[in-house]
């Protein structure tokens, strides 16, 4: 099986730009989380979203929102870039059927906000 | 809430030596544990869980970590590091169907 694919890997934007961050999860997991990764703070929970719906919110500001797909592929968007929204966003899937609850990620994507 | 403890944000072995990665937790209800590596550059790899079955779990690359409920500990251990064991490692918690919850992470280096 193919692993969990996250588009674009590296990307850089300028303060008060918007970016979109694209996740595939695994064939047949239906459920996405998304993480943000800083070294100050480590890994923070931003989003789960399961069969199209936003299951589990983290505590980040409006400006970070999701969706996922029929296809369970899923997209983050986070408007009005500040500086410290610099970070690796990872991206997680998960099957959800069996209780393991084992979450398998992808290879992020590696924001910088200049 | 649940909440995750990795004590040590880095530790330093020589390479053949044992390898021990601490981590505590607390949770409200019997929790879901995991351990995770990252290599530079990459996304996280699961090493090994603990979802209530055995108590002692043995992962890929030879890891094992057992769960202690008396002292809310999931120390990760390795009886001979390798130089490819240098790498961030991270101690994650979760109840239920909630987020995962993760440590700050230990970056582990191997000395030749």
């Known amino acids: 099986k193919a692993g969990v694919t996250q588009t674009p890997r590296y990307l850089i934007k300028t303060r008060g730009q918007q970016v979109t961050l694209s996740c595939s999860p695994i064939?047949?997991?239906?459920?996405v989380s998304w993480y943000q990764q800083t070294p100050g703070q480590g890994l923070q929970f931003l989003f789960e979203?399961?069969?199209?719906?936003?299951?589990n919110k983290g505590n980040f500001p409006g400006r970070f929102s999701g969706r996922q797909f029929s296809n369970s592929r899923s997209e983050m968007n986070v408007s009005t870039l500040e500086l410290g929204d610099s970070a690796l966003y990872l991206c997680?899937?998960?099957?959800?059927?069996?209780?393991?609850?084992?979450?398998?990620f992808g290879p992020g994507t590696r924001l910088t906000v200049t | 809430a649940q909440s995750v403890t990795q004590l040590g944000s880095h530790v330093s072995v020589s390479e053949g030596a044992l390898v021990l990665l601490r981590c505590n937790y607390s949770?409200?209800?019997?929790?879901?544990l995991f351990w995770y590596v990252q290599y530079p550059n990459q996304g996280l790899q699961l090493l090994l869980k603990?979802?209530?079955?055995?108590?002692l779990v043995k992962g890929i690359n030879g890891f094992e970590a057992e769960f202690k409920k008396s002292e809310t500990s999931f120390h990760l251990t390795k009886p001979s590091a390798h130089m490819s064991d240098a790498a961030e490692y991270f101690c994650a918690v979760r109840e239920g169907n909630t987020p995962l919850v993760f440590g700050k992470g230990t970056r582990l280096s191997v000395i030749a």
């Open positions: 979203y399961f069969s199209e719906t936003q299951r």
């Open positions: 997680a899937s998960s099957f959800l059927g069996d209780n393991s609850y084992e979450q398998y």
């Open positions: 603990y979802t209530s079955a055995a108590t």
């Open positions: 949770s409200s209800v019997p929790p879901y």
């Open positions: 064939s047949g997991h239906r459920s």
